[in-house]
């Protein structure tokens, strides 16, 4: 039996067609998109269709996209590249640790950062954040779906609310495209931040969606790259492969989103048929998470053990955020929700992707519950 990988949420699968396209950038295409000849110059019109294909999926201007090494980077260009010396800024508690490390980071060089609290669901306060606009914030952060609950958060309406105020809004959408729609609303001054390797891109190559009129410095200097904001040779071969992507995942999204909502609800049956007793963290209702993330409990199972021999009857599962498994801590985002410590130790990730197969599906429902029965403490 072919292993049953069940962690797209950490890192998704490279989609054939993606590699078709940037083969020939690691083959035959020797240019550098800063050179004037003839090689530079089809380097340069890769690295460009590419952008327009990242900015299509957005829906907006090519001109706005700035390539990163990936989403952390995209996430600390955004945060350090925003917030002036010894400014303000409001992140939500559930950020990925990118943005939290970074906003530490600003703290330690004299920045003043408010968190704000979620409720059981995963949703940032309303009136926390209210409150933050009220006394005074340059910016704030907050993600647009979680990538270890699947909370999606009302960003439109709080890109909305921050404009009124003349805030800047990081939206984090590394988790949105393909599970929900992204077309990005014309907020004041803003950022969004993407990664290719969760919508079947390479790993190692993201994005910045910087509004035309948003100053953000950069972080890394010594060359004109990418309009001043991100200096270094482009890495062509996996631009072309983000650039396709997401092109695929914009021509695909609704498909993608109900094979996505299909195969959960697939998956949750078989898994409640072998063990009724299992737990869901997050939004009940479907209209506020995305498809395909599963953050589950099984009472008297801790999550490490089920994890492990998962993984030796070839199943990949995840424990909490995949970015820091290895590390057995409580997930900072249950916490948050108010998930104890021995519920939260008790938890796991199962994140699907679009062409999961019901067999997979069901296969693994099977091993989850044939493990979890192995391990399961007595009451
Ligand atoms: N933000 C979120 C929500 C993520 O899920 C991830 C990947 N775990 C990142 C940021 C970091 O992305 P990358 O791996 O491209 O640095």
Known sequence: ????????????????RV??????????????????????????????????????MLGKDAREVVFTSGATEANNLALTGMVPAGGRLAVSAVEHPSVLACVELLESRGAHAVRLGVDRDGLVSDA???TALDEGVDVVAV??????????????????????????????????????????????????????????????VGALWVR?????????????????????????????????????????????????????????????AHVPDVVRHGPRNADMRIPGTLNLRIPGVSGEPLLLGCDLEG??????????????????????????????????????????SPDALRAAAGIIADVASRNRRCP
């Open 315 to 356: 199943l990949s599962l995840s424990l909490g955020s995949a970015c820091s498994s290895g590390a057995v801590e409580p997930s900072h985002v249950l916490l948050a929700m108010g998930v104890n410590k021995v519920e939260n130790l008790e938890s796991f990730r199962v994140s699907l992707g679009w062409d999961t």
């Open 19 to 56: 590699l078709d396209a940037m083969l020939p950038y690691l083959q035959s295409e020797p240019g550098n998109p800063s050179s004037l000849h003839a090689e530079g110059r089809a380097a340069r019109r890769a690295v460009e269709d590419a952008r327009e294909h990242v900015a299509a």
């Open 212 to 272: 035309t009129d948003t100053r953000v410095r950069a972080q890394i200097v010594g060359g004109g790259q990418e309009r001043q904001r991100r200096a270094g040779t482009e890495n062509v071969a996996a631009i072309v492969g983000m650039g396709a992507a997401c092109r695929f995942v914009a021509d695909e999204a609704s498909a993608r989103m109900s094979a996505l909502r299909l195969s959960e609800e697939a998956f949750l049956a078989a898994l409640r």
């Open 143 to 204: 993600m647009a779906a979680n990538n270890e609950v699947g909370t999606l958060q009302p960003w439109v309406a709080i890109a909305r609310q921050c404009h009124a105020r003349g805030v800047a809004l990081h939206v984090d959408a590394v988790q949105m495209p393909g599970k929900a729609p992204l077309a990005v609303p014309d907020f004041g001054e803003g950022t969004v931040s993407l990664s290719a390797h969760k919508i079947g891109g390479p790993k190692g």
């Open 1 to 16: 039996m072919p292993r049953i990988y069940l962690d797209h949420n950490a890192t998704t699968p490279l989609d054939p």
């Open 128 to 130: 926390e954040l209210e």
